[in-house]
């Protein structure tokens, strides 16, 4: 019986090891519950991944403005995604409030964008 545990285990290890990391392709969330497709999109991976997640919020007011209220305030156009890439890479303040955002310069202007393009698709 230890035997067959011990196969097992081996087997298992063996299978996991020939996995693929298909990391650089695009999110696809699969649940389990249902045949619902959640895509993730490159803004919003890259939001993710940075520092904005210590002052805003899907939908609660943080340090800054939550991303809803973002989307509620600019239209989802050229103008104001090349605003807010703007100002997500300089940083600013007075718009929401006293507190000032600090600059990201070390993002590039198509990440900004794609960014503030994630941000204003939120708007409901």
């Known amino acids: ?3 067959k545990y011990f196969f097992f285990g081996v ?9 693929n990391d298909n990391s650089e392709e695009k999110y696809i969330e699969t649940t389990a519950q249902s045949n619902l ?4 999109s490159e803004g919003e991976k890259l939001i993710a991944k940075s ?3 210590g002052c805003h919020k899907l939908d609660k007011k943080l340090i800054g ?8 305030k600019y239209a989802l ?3 104001n995604v090349a ?3 703007g100002k997500i890479i300089k940083g600013g303040s007075g718009v929401w409030g006293s507190i000032p955002m600090s600059a990201h310069a070390s ?5 900004a964008n794609s960014m503030a393009k994630y941000i204003l698709s939120l708007k409901k």
């Open 1 to 3: 019986m230890k035997l």
């Open 11 to 19: 087997a298992l290890i063996s299978l996991t090891s020939f996995s």
């Open 37 to 40: 497709v959640v895509q993730t």
């Open 51 to 53: 520092d904005c997640i």
């Open 65 to 72: 403005p939550s991303y809803l209220d973002i989307a509620k």
């Open 77 to 79: 156009n050229d103008k």
């Open 83 to 85: 605003y807010l890439s």
């Open 107 to 111: 993002l590039k202007k198509n990440e």
